[in-house]
């Protein structure tokens, strides 16, 4: 699963820029969650909803190259690298005309909010990974 | 370097929840970015001008170990651990009642917006850092 | 109920800024509905749950008089001014040093989420509030 | 000036969903910014140059009629309806599959920042604005 193949694209919005007229850096996180929402959408699922489960972030890094400004059309690619017995690990990058302007990763567990806490990541979940990132990468 | 004893407090607010109902994880980082411009201001700083130069963001962590809901009352402690020519660590920690809920860090750089590059952290900046981390342990 | 009593006091936080480096015009209306949940609350009630129906927003308004900037420490106040069958006015001021900076209003509604429609205001509901306005004027 | 001919259209991103799982109230006000600023950018400004001035909001307006929800395509209408010496008021609708699911306005002003006051809107700007609005309904 070396490759990156999923994307989404949005445009920067007003409302995304901080104090000092860029992105704000907590705003490239919120970016990650639009391309990850996207990419468990594709496979069936939703962070609310993994089988029953909710997901939630065990771990968040994000590191910055480039500055995002107003108007900025930005491909989000995202894709899932590793996966544990509990845990499995996102990779994002953000793209601006071909040049990385961010990479970061989530650590990512699947919660079950009724017996409040963190459980083994379903099978259903893994194979269907397993699946979408195999058939990216073929 | 090796305690953090600088802090401020603030309660949870609604616009900080997210979707699920729980602070969103993204928003750990505003928190850790209220904390990191107090700092900034104890020692005469701001964000925007240390020295003349901007603070940017080069990259940030955060591991999540509990969630945060309306309302909390939670401190966020931060410090300078490590300080190279052109780079500074801050490490954060989020704590309610006593226990810790997040812990990060992000590595920070002086910008010259003027000249458009990273510039190496003012004499000044890291004379007043290491006054302050002093006393904060003294 | 003339009088706005209820209020509660909070401080503008970085990420409450927009590019224009104060304030923005939207994050007026996230510091009407921190007095709002707050003002529920104190009655018993929340925005999620006002005897089993959600609050809903109809209407808001916010005529904007002062700009507020960063660590600004404002007090908000608000208080119902009207009821009707299905409907009632909040009323909010934000002040900082005893300068009103931004007046509003939003009307509100309770809405059953199951049924899909708005319903009249609970009785309950309405006691409370004529006695907590009641007791706030007296 | 009677109808809105100028949009822009945007997708529902799950930083705008608020504890309710749905767009937040003062996020429509967000759209409608977005919209201003496209409208702006369109007869050559921004609302933090109109000839030399900032634009400010004096007062600003929404009733809510549908919520929105996550990954909804939206359209957002706008156009200026009337102008006085010192004000105009921008009209919005927001619209998702043909249903007006918000109409708004804001009251605007131009402010001299250096001088701290308001001003007259620039006759520059006032011709721009009538030029594209009677374009815009010919």
Chains 1, 2, 3, 4 share one sequence.
Do not use: W
């Not at 939703?46 to 400004?69: H, P, R, T, W």
């Not at 108007?71 to 845990?87: A, F, P, V, Y």
């Not at 650590?107 to 990216?136: T, W």
């Amino acid at each position: 699963m070396d490759r990156i193949d999923f994307s989404i694209s949005l445009t920067v919005r007003v409302s995304d820029l901080n104090y000092g007229n860029h992105v704000g850096y907590q705003n490239f996180f919120s970016y990650f969650q639009e391309a990850r929402i996207a990419y468990l959408e594709k496979i069936g699922y939703s962070e609310l909803d993994i089988e029953g489960y909710g997901m939630i972030v065990g771990e968040a890094n994000c590191k910055y190259k480039q500055e995002l400004f107003l108007n900025d059309r930005i491909q989000i690619k995202c894709g899932i690298k590793e996966m544990k017995s509990k845990l499995f690990t996102m990779h994002y990058q953000i793209i601006k005309e071909g040049v990385i302007c961010a990479e970061g990763f989530t650590k990512n567990l699947c919660y079950d909010y009724q017996a409040k806490k963190v459980v083994r990541l379903p099978d259903r979940f893994i194979e269907r990974i397993q699946s979408f990132e195999g058939k990216a990468q073929a």
